[in-house]
């Protein structure tokens, strides 16, 4: 695809061009047979190019992501893009330009060691940005406990019935959860943090939980209770923690599943600012 070209050319340079802000991750999931990876890139729209057509009264952007997906080899295993030309009325372009640019697919994955590649590429700048990420599907044994990763959410929204994408891992319920991507989190915006993960536990005994807040030698433990698993045997956690607590700094959210002598631990660091 043409319009792939520049963001492809962008993520063979070296050193990686910081141009225009990306923010991107990968979150696996784990299923009874291959595991689903939630792939999340964003930018912000005021760090693109808007131009503006003074006789028309509209104005116009063009853009592109790309995203692929490297194993442990160095061979491509998956690639996706979207084009964005976005237009419209040019007394509406302040407001535009104060959104967020959300690029999402979740492809699935085999058990291995992978790494996220994303490139934005700006045609009416020529400017590029790029981001790249490693992680892991774990090679559990079949019918084990699993764990996907642990997500912190920077916001969520009730989706209709009509409207849901039975693939997407990010549902819980009829809520779709959105990622934070290492958006800081405000003491004075925020009173919560809301927290997320999809556990498939084996036959038998329900497994057991621990969160831990972990700042440096400090860690805070928080009990845990875990619904009971859904009529697919799933149980999707969903939980907040308030951040009244927490002073300014960088932790790190610990969550530990157990059943029977299996035990999964799943991370996420996050950063508090006043």
Do not use: C, W
Not at 98 to 116: D, H, I, K, M, Q
Not at 138 to 156: C, E, F, K
């Amino acid at each position: 695809l043409a319009y792939e070209g520049p963001a492809l050319a962008a993520l063979d340079r070296a050193p990686a061009p910081i141009d225009v802000p990306l923010r991107a991750a990968a979150f696996v999931f784990p299923g009874r047979g291959d595991s689903r990876v939630a792939i999340l890139a964003s930018t912000d729209a005021a760090a693109l190019r808007f131009t503006r057509d003074d006789s028309a009264h509209t104005y116009r952007s063009d853009f592109s992501i790309v995203a692929r997906i490297v194993d442990a080899r160095g061979n491509v295993v998956r690639k996706s893009s979207q084009p964005y030309r976005l237009s419209g009325s040019a007394d509406q372009i302040d407001r535009a330009k104060r959104g967020e640019v959300l690029f999402f697919r979740n492809p699935s994955l085999a058990p291995g060691r992978y790494t996220l590649e994303v490139a934005v590429h700006d045609a009416l700048a020529s400017r590029s940005g790029v981001h790249r990420a490693t992680f892991a599907v774990p090679d559990a044994p079949r019918g084990s406990l699993q764990v996907s990763d642990l997500v912190l959410v920077g916001r969520a929204e009730r989706v209709a019935d009509a409207e849901r994408k039975q693939d997407n891992p990010l549902y819980v319920g009829d809520v779709l959860v959105y990622p934070n991507l290492g958006e800081p989190i405000r003491r004075g915006r925020d009173k919560a943090i809301t927290f997320y993960s999809l556990i498939l536990p084996a036959a038998g005994a329900a497994p057991s939980a621990e969160l831990e807040v972990v700042r440096g030698d400090s860690v805070t433990r928080l009990p845990v209770s875990l619904p009971a698993a859904d009529a697919a045997g799933r149980i999707p956690y969903i939980a907040q923690i308030p951040i009244q607590p927490l002073t300014p700094g960088t932790y790190v959210l610990r969550l530990t599943v157990s059943q029977g002598e299996r035990k999964e631990v799943r991370d996420a660091t996050f950063a508090i600012v006043e």
